[in-house]
Structures are given as structure tokens and as C-alpha cells.
Nanobody, 123 residues
Framework: QVQLVESGGGLVQTGESLRLSCAAS????????MGWFRQAPGKEREFVAA????????YYADSVKGRFTISRDNAKNAVYLQMNSLESDDTGVYYC????????????????WGQGAQVTVSS
């Protein structure tokens, strides 16, 4: 069973940056599109960004487009999320997972989730 570990979260002020990392054990990212989701307090988990296996195609939620960049290092079985110009609405717990497109948008492929990385943006 895959174990996902997100890291790099923290408390920052509006306009600052953070870089999240995601690593996996028990399963390789090989062949999978990977993505990031987030869950704000009292809200449903939502899609943030996705990246194809090759890294050639990226997809972003409108709310983060132009500010966030997803990347991956297949050799390290790792996925990253560079977050710039952070806003208070970006506050939440960020999770990574393999993703696939669906009629409802990008959805997680694997049933298990990591503990997530807490991102808090203070104004």
C-alpha cells in the first residue's frame, strides 16, 4: 500500500512563498499523473494542480493559476508544489496523490492519503 508523505508547509505572511514536497513509499509514481489537493478549515478537499507522467502537461485550479507551479522528479519518486504570492485563501492542509481526469474534474487515483502539509497564510 502506498504511503504518501507531504512536507514543507508552514506559517507565512501574505505574498510570501513556500515549496511543498511529496514522497511515496510502497509504490512508485511511475506512469501516473500526480497532483495536489488542499482542504481549508470547514471545507471540502479541492483540486489544486496536476502534472502528467512526462511532466509535459500541467493543470491548475483557476484560483492558483499563475502563482503555483507543480513539478516532479521521477528518479526521486517525488512531486513538488512551488507556491508564490500566497494569499489567506491558500490556507489549508495540502495533500498529494496520483490523479486521473473524470467528468467531475481531476480526482485522486489512490485511496490512501498522507497526513498532509499545513499551510497557513497570515495577513
Amino acid at each position: 500500500q502506498v504511503q504518501l508523505v507531504e512536507s514543507g508547509g508552514g506559517l507565512v505572511q501574505t505574498g510570501e512563498s513556500l515549496r511543498l514536497s511529496c514522497a511515496a513509499s510502497g509504490r512508485t509514481f511511475s506512469g501516473h499523473a500526480m497532483g495536489w489537493f488542499r482542504q481549508a478549515p470547514g471545507k471540502e478537499r479541492e483540486f489544486v494542480a496536476a502534472l502528467s507522467w512526462s511532466g509535459g502537461s500541467t493543470y491548475y485550479a483557476d484560483s492558483v493559476k499563475g502563482r503555483f507551479t507543480i513539478s516532479r522528479d521521477n528518479a526521486k519518486n517525488a512531486v513538488y508544489l512551488q507556491m508564490n504570492s500566497l494569499e489567506s485563501d491558500d490556507t489549508g492542509v495540502y495533500y498529494c496523490n496520483a490523479v486521473k481526469p473524470s467528468s467531475a474534474g481531476w480526482v485522486a487515483t489512490w485511496g490512501s492519503w498522507g497526513q498532509g502539509a499545513q499551510v497557513t497564510v497570515s495577513s
